[in-house]
């Protein structure tokens, strides 16, 4: 199937062609779009983690000069609340679930009261940013401080403080998945090594670089309402605005994300901010903008992870993995995010089979409200979180169990397949061959030679370790009927349309959205390729509902195997067309024409062809034209996948700990992805490279640390938070092994997240290595400060 | 975030800033390069109306040798400090300093005298500052006074600069022969700043034994100090390994450790104890040791 990885530009590392508009400035984000007549948006936030609502007054407010207008929760009448779009119920039939979701409302600016810090309650609009801001300052709002909780095992916890009257308890779902009778006879297994470890995900602030922002502008001339919008999906943002908050018309709504500067899955979902703007628009008749400060982001961009788990590995004497249990706590946040009970859900239970043979697994999942900012996808999403369990509970089971951490996984890695391997947790793996992977990677490493000077090392006093990661995960964003019967609100197909210029030069609409992915390029080297024609003759053209068909946007590493085949889909349909044409053109048959290298030529004889331009010149001044084909030639088609695509790899981390401080520095970092095919090498390596320092961020510096009792976010600015910088990364050593997805036709799988993936639990393994002659033999918590690392070494047994 | 409103006043010299600072007092925040000063204004935490910039008051930036002094003018940059082949030559420890500051954007905007009468508690140049013994010239209507470093900084970002004056010049001695300084810190991984840093200056007599030790400790506690208790045990010793380790034991006596997500007291008056011994073993090998 995969025959294009000949073609002349897949595979090739061509330089971004969007790249010198990002870096020379010139990039439009949604902040540089200016409408005459636009008002500025202030929010009145909660300082409170937890507090009812007495009373707003807005008197002195309105006083402000240049404030327009106040409008609290009250206002917003017939506004509905934000939709979550993924319904755990029984009576829907989605598999796993215990206990129903508790659909809470999550009003655009609440009015009852608040239940995280920032949580919007009043929105200033005024002729400028400034004034908005100083507007909004002097908002009064009588709040009623409420006991709050913010800590995940704290918020299911008996005396609570209640957030929800629909949640009692704070439980928010309780879901499972797995075999647990078969899992229970197998931790019963005679003579299983069993080992069971508390393994903390923290909360993590995606941080993308462009804070959010939105403008609305409402024409009241024609009824149309434009959305600029920081989205991911402008399709899926203007879908649940309009059917579901707003009831208004959706064919008199077009949202438009233009060049957007990252989202991590922050920007995936619909935001109170964004339906505000529309309302007031619609309501003042003006341009509203808002654009988030980075303190805004910190407070209300959906954090990521904050599971706590407690994971159980059975092992046999000859260390083949008998069983796994997993029962997990998820902190969704005050609120439903958009796709929020899916991520610690399907995403997380369905790859807890890792790349291992293990018969049977458990997995129960109970997801709870807190006073903190609201939990959705952030890269990788429910999947980082299962790498990272099983990546850690099979190095913790190897040492429990006397045996190298290599070996071990090496005995237990699923055998090379292609087609379809049943998973125990209901996912089929597309394609495998883990070994291979693993092998590429302790080549590089030289693994044997790294225990010796690891030996060597530690007789000095060194504490030198080094830790593994054999991942998996789920790509390529989802069949519908599948996602559909597991409890989406939506299909997850992908539209591509393909329009062909009279003189040749084709415009491609993607459904897929990019917003760092380089889609300008990597879909534009397909289309070349299939077209023959020059890379410039193509523009690729994304985030616009007003010209894409509906599409369902970028997350999940869905735009190249999802986006990407629709799009092949148009061209073979562009190319079909173009042979009847030529055929007619060349007075032969349509079935005797061969399209290559730009060229439709009669088979066999080379003299007699037609280039793609007069092809298409043709289709657009049919005077000499086939009976009963239309003219013109532009084609549209929407993909939906038979499967998820699921690329793996195998990354190794060395580190070096110091023992005074506690302080870890990576010496050396390996990683061998099999992704599919690829499309653009180099932009494949910027993705691993990238996701890589967002894994190590979580592992050794990241984390968004509420204060237990105020609930305030101690971690809410760049001053506090740690994101990972440059040089506490080495130079990556990487590699790729190529196991084609027989899932769709370019045999590629999705590159986008497998960094993230890999990286953390591969450096926490590492330090637990480093630590091991000291006796430490776990790490609950991370991210691993020096402080928090020193204290491990002060506690441990072995310490000196 | 936007700062609450504020004029802007730009004078062109030390006599016109100390008038609009006379005029404005308590009102009006100096600014010298404005690395802490803007970020706490932005998040309103700062709400001056008067912001008297000295970037165009001429005189105030430069360095040059005056005698056995180094003579740092306030709104001299941490990258010129940084890059200064006079301070690379004659005290490389100040040219380090400055380069372990911020990034360098930061070093390229931020200023010797802002750092040092913002006074922030984890600041890198006030441990540097204190064991190099540096003199604050302070200019007021009644003229110029000196205040020495173990008298400006008083509490938490407060120091010995008054009301009605301005920190125009920052003097450091140039290190005796025989002597050798290092400043090492423990950056937060955030911000860079010192968790802990602490700066040391030693000088040997012509036995190899340490004639004196001068020690600070910024980043712990609320304000940069002078660690007594580590200099009074290098005194008089050949500084060898377990010298050092006995001296660095006492590095955080003095410091009113403040503990947060960085570190418990527990583990910063550690790394006061970790990076004085770091420090001075890396001073005493420079002084010949």
Redesign the interface.
Known sequence: MATVASDRLFGKSIKRREDPRFITGRGQYVDDVKIPGMTYAAFVRSPHAHARIRKIDTAAAMRHPGVVAIFTGKDMTGVNSLPCGWDLRKEKNVPGVVQDLAMVPHMPLTSDAARHVGDPVAVVIADS??AA??GA?KVQVDWEPLPAVTVTERAAASGAPKLHDGAPGNVAFKWEIGDRAATDAAFKTAGAVTVKKRIVNQRLVANAMEPRACLARFDDATGELTLWVTSQNPHVHRLLMCAFVLGIPEHKVRVIAPDVGGGFGSKIFLYNEEVVCSWVSRRLKRPVRWTA???EAYLTDAHGRDHVTDAEIALGRDGKILGLRVKTTANLGAYLSTFAPAVPTFLYGTLLNGVYAIPAIHCEVTGVFSNTTAVDAYRGAGRPEACYVVERIVEAGARAAGMDVADLRKKNFIPKFSGAFQTQVAVVYDSGDYGAAWDRMLQMLDYRKFRAEQEAARKQGRLLGIGFSAYIEACSIAPSKLVGALGAGAGLYESGKVRVHPTGMVTVYTGSHSHGQGHETTFAQIVADKLGIPIEQVEIVHGDTGSIPFGMGTYGSRSASVGGTAILMSLNKVIEKGKRIAAHLLEASPKDIDFSGGQFQVKGVPGKAVPFGAVSLTAYIPHNFPEGVEPGLEETSFYDPSNFCFPFGAHACVVEVDR??G?VKILRYLAVDDVGNVINPMIVDGMVHGGIAQGVGQA??EGA?YDGQSGQL??G???????PKADMLPMYETDRTVTPTPVNPMGVKGAGETGTIAATPAVVNAVVDALAPLGVDHIEEMPM???RV??IIQGAKGAR | MYPAAFDYHAPSSVKEALELLGKHKDDAKLLAGGHSLIPMMKLRLAQPKHLIDLRKVPGLSGIKQDGNMLAIGAMTTHWEVESSALVKSKLAVLSETAALIGDPAVRNRGTVGGSIAHADPAADYPAAMIALGAEMVCEGAKGRRTVKVDDWFKGLMTTAVGEDEILVEVRVPVLPASSGAAYLKFPHPASRFAVVGVAAAVTLDGKGMCSKASVGVTGAGTKAIRAKGVEAGCAGKKLDAAAIEAAASKAAEGVDVQADLQGSVEYKSHLCRVFAKRALTEAVKRAGG
């Open positions: 940013h400034e801001i100083d300052e400060s980075r303190s005074d401080t302080n050794l510096c640390v101690v971690t600015t760049m001053m506090d938070y740690a994101l400060t020096a402080q020193w204290k």
